[in-house]
């Protein structure tokens, strides 16, 4: 029997739903309070903050970073998007006073383009998805300049992930975003690093599958690049 056929065919079915919409960045909120709390009464110095997204999340920093003596801070968080990154800015970065802040977040943001299954709803449009998560990254560039803390605006990482159902204006997206964010970046007078083309596979948009776990997060050959690429901007930084 074929395929068709069998969807034809198909009987109706009970489906619940879903019971609520949870923000990602709430699952480490309390997790991320208590810490902080500590920090700040134990009047720790903290040196960097790595702030973002799962891929800042997963970063092992103590196997890359463990020739610098510093007080490096992890702040990702699994399914970040930059308007929660924007609204947990101020309490998990600028008030520890870290000397650096290393960011990178925008590519959850593009999981608007696809169907939303909780609102039951088409998804966004490219455009509306780029400038939203544009401003969010802009307005915590602000932030940044105005408490005068160091920041290090990271490009994120192309993807290769064929079995969703925009991939292609996924990836169109990434390159835009890093386009645009690089402005930025020039426009406030902050460091920019750019790991987009060395991920970048030989069609020019697609990420190096050798570089990642399965299409979006890179793996410990990814984390090398990131880092040595990383490393060179930081000398300016670290005496």
């Keep these: ?3 068709q056929k069998n969807i034809l065919q198909m009987k109706p079915w009970i489906k619940p739903g879903y019971l609520s919409q949870v923000m990602r960045a709430d699952e480490r909120r ?14 720790c110095k903290v040196d960097m903050v790595f702030i973002g997204d799962s891929i800042i999340q ?23 998007r930059t308007s929660s990154l924007l609204h947990r800015f101020r309490a998990d970065a600028v008030q520890l006073k870290p ?5 990178m977040a925008g590519i959850n943001d593009s999981w608007d383009l696809e169907f939303d299954y909780w609102k039951q709803e088409e998804g966004k449009r490219l455009e509306n998805i780029l400038q939203e998560a544009l401003t969010n990254m802009e ?8 408490e005068q803390v160091s920041v290090v605006l990271c490009s994120i990482l192309p993807t290769c992930m064929e079995w969703t159902n925009h991939e ?5 997206y990434v390159h835009l975003y890093n386009q645009e964010l690089k402005k930025k970046a020039q426009k406030y007078g902050v ?5 987009y083309p060395s991920f970048l596979n030989e069609d020019g948009y697609s990420l190096r599958r050798e ?11 990814g984390y090398d690049i990131m880092a040595e690429i990383l490393k060179d901007t930081l000398r300016f930084f670290i005496k």
Aim: a neutral charge; proline letters at 3%; hydrophobic letters at 40%.
């Design 211 to 221: 570089l990642s776990l399965e299409g979006l997060h890179p793996n410990v050959f």
């Design 168 to 172: 292609r204006d996924r990836q169109k």
């Design 191 to 195: 460091v920019f690093v750019d790991y």
């Design 30 to 43: 309390m997790e991320f309070d208590c810490k902080n709390q500590t920090l700040i009464q134990k009047e």
């Design 1 to 3: 029997m074929s395929i």
């Design 139 to 146: 307005k915590i560039v602000k932030i940044s300049v105005e």
């Design 99 to 103: 000397k650096i802040v290393v960011i």
């Design 58 to 80: 997963m970063w092992e920093l103590s196997a890359y970073f463990q020739e610098y003596p510093l007080r490096i801070i992890n702040r990702g968080i699994g399914g970040d």
